[in-house]
């Protein structure tokens, strides 16, 4: 177990219509990362969250939005979903540089987004 | 070009046999740190070792070991005495800059190891 935690673990739903994906990063964690994986693009970086603010972008649509809150949870907004957004999402934590020399990345168990 | 590079889709390995799984990457960065991630069938991505590059020494986790040779940008991964466990897919990947600006990792395309009993 990481100690990342991310709901929901599935989520089924339809062409057209908006998801919030949710991720509590390691205590004491101020970085949270998004990730997506499919099988034509494989994992690639979303957004960067550092304690409540837009850190680096990566690869994210338009139709995407994310943000950290006071307690450091993160959310992952998809909205407008086509079948092409169908994946496994990803959130990751790491510490603050002071205590943590590599930044290891700490990635929670994923929601599998299937859109129909 | 490619900024990790993992050129073995899919390796066979007997149990309790090691194994090295290939990574190659490109960089003009002076700091930076690379990561083997692993990945079951389940799908959670499990960290398995880390190597910075300003590092002299490979870097070991229990079984696991970093082989990095930095002139050849390369940063193999060892597992010894392979485990039936063992079987999932490797990715390799980059965070490029000083760790203390926590910048996002690359990953590569990822090695599917099979143990075989």
């Known amino acids: 177990d990481s100690g990342v935690t991310q709901t929901p673990k599935h989520l089924i739903t339809a062409t057209g219509q908006r998801v919030t994906l949710r991720c509590s990063p390691r205590s004491g964690d101020l970085s949270v990362y998004w990730y997506q994986q499919s099988l034509d693009q494989g994992l690639q970086f979303l957004i960067q969250?550092?304690?409540?603010?837009?850190?680096a972008k990566g690869n994210i649509l338009e139709r995407f939005s994310a943000q950290q809150f006071p307690d450091l949870h993160s959310e992952l907004n998809l909205s407008s979903l086509e079948l092409g957004d169908s994946a496994l999402y990803f959130c990751?934590?790491?510490?603050?540089?002071?205590?943590?020399?590599?930044?290891?990345?700490?990635f929670g168990p994923g929601t599998r987004l299937t859109v129909l | 070009a490619q900024k990790i590079t993992q050129t073995q889709p899919g390796m066979f390995v007997q149990e309790k046999e090691a194994v090295t799984l290939d990574c190659t990457y490109d960089?003009?960065?002076?700091?930076?740190?690379l990561f083997w991630y692993k990945q079951p069938s389940s799908g959670e991505m499990i960290f398995l070792i880390y190597q910075g590059s300003y590092d002299e020494q490979n870097a070991t986790e229990g079984r696991y070991s970093l082989n990095f040779q930095k002139a050849r940008k390369s940063a193999n991964l060892v597992i010894s005495a392979s485990q039936l466990g063992d079987s999932a897919m490797y990715f390799c990947?980059?965070?490029?800059?000083?760790?203390?600006?926590?910048?996002?990792?690359?990953f590569g395309s990822g090695t599917q190891l099979t143990v075989l009993p």
């Open positions: 969250y550092y304690n409540g603010e837009e850190r």
């Open positions: 960089t003009s960065d002076q700091s930076y740190g």
């Open positions: 990751a934590s790491s510490g603050p540089s002071v205590t943590s020399g590599t930044d290891t990345q700490y």
């Open positions: 990947a980059m965070r490029e800059g000083f760790s203390g600006s926590a910048r996002q990792l690359t």
